[in-house]
């Protein structure tokens, strides 16, 4: 009977520190997860005890991880889209080129024979501000009909006008001897190179 009549009162007691407990913690939880401002502990340097700092976060924060090929930030233009493009230099070419948001590109060119080959690809990339790099390589034939035999691989680099509808860059070029049977082998280095300047502009939806 005793232990009946003075079990029931400190039960409840204890069951309600309890739930403020775990009512606390899940709030805590809570705001960390929805709240700008989060504690993380931090070893001082001179006495190796720990300190809290804030953590913050914002939204602009996500540009820093995401791949560099996404790279144009909220306010800034895109290299993405279609261009219609000028090169000049040692190599005198023009036609349409394409920059995909995965970071790929794709070229035709009219001033080569597509009996020749007149369609390359590439690879991009943003370097920082309205700054972007071009890997590209184009396969040719020597003649109509004749055999696989140049490998040509430029290097590009774009700079992005402020409107986002024009740009213009610099190139190098290599043309390396190639066969069917090894037909990216550069390690002979080129037979041919040079250097030379692109410009281009977009090409808009109507």
Same mark, same amino acid.
């Given at each position: 009977?005793?232990?009946?009549?003075?079990?029931?009162?400190?039960?409840?007691?204890?069951?309600?520190?309890?739930?403020?407990i775990?009512?606390?913690?899940?709030?805590?939880?809570?705001?960390a997860?929805? %709240?700008?401002?989060?504690l @993380?502990?931090? $070893?001082?340097?001179?006495?190796?005890?720990?300190?809290?700092?804030?953590?913050?976060?914002?939204?602009?924060?996500?540009?820093?991880?995401?791949?560099?090929?996404?790279?144009?930030?909220?306010?800034?233009?895109?290299?993405?889209?279609?261009?219609?493009?000028?090169?000049?230099?040692?190599?005198?070419?023009?036609?349409? @080129?394409?920059?995909h948001?995965?970071?790929?590109?794709?070229?035709?060119?009219?001033?080569?024979?597509?009996?020749?080959?007149?369609?390359?690809?590439?690879?991009?990339?943003?370097l920082? /501000?309205s700054?972007?790099?071009?890997?590209?390589?184009? %396969?040719?034939?020597?003649?109509?009909?004749?055999?696989?035999?140049?490998?040509? /691989?430029? /290097?590009?680099?774009?700079?992005?006008?402020?409107?986002?509808?024009?740009?213009?860059?610099?190139y190098?070029?290599?043309?390396?001897?190639?066969? $069917?049977?090894?037909?990216?082998?550069?390690?002979?280095?080129?037979?041919?190179?040079?250097?030379?300047?692109?410009?281009?502009?977009?090409? @808009?939806?109507?």
């Open positions: 009977m005793f232990d009946r009549l003075n079990w029931r009162p400190a039960a409840r007691a204890a069951l309600a520190l309890g739930l403020v775990i009512a606390s913690t899940i709030a805590n939880r809570a705001t997860a929805c %709240m700008d401002v989060q @993380q502990p931090v $070893p001082t340097a001179s006495t190796g005890a720990i300190r809290f700092m804030p953590a913050v976060y914002r939204t602009g924060d996500l540009v820093s991880i995401l791949p560099a090929s996404l790279g144009a930030t909220a306010d800034e233009h895109s290299i993405v889209g279609v261009w219609k493009f000028k090169l000049s230099g040692f190599l005198k070419d023009f036609g349409t @080129q394409a920059f948001a995965g970071g790929t590109e794709t070229m035709f060119s009219a001033g080569v024979d597509p009996a020749t080959g007149d369609v390359c690809q590439g690879v991009w990339r943003s920082g /501000h700054t972007y790099s071009l890997n590209h390589i184009a %396969m040719a034939w020597t003649a109509p009909g004749a055999e696989y035999g140049v490998l040509i /691989h430029i /290097h590009m680099l774009i700079q992005l006008a402020e409107s986002g509808n024009e740009f213009k860059g610099s190098t070029v290599g043309l390396f001897s190639a066969t $069917p049977d090894d037909p990216f082998n550069e390690s002979a280095g080129p037979f041919a190179s040079g250097s030379g300047h692109v410009t281009a502009s977009r090409l @808009q939806p109507d």
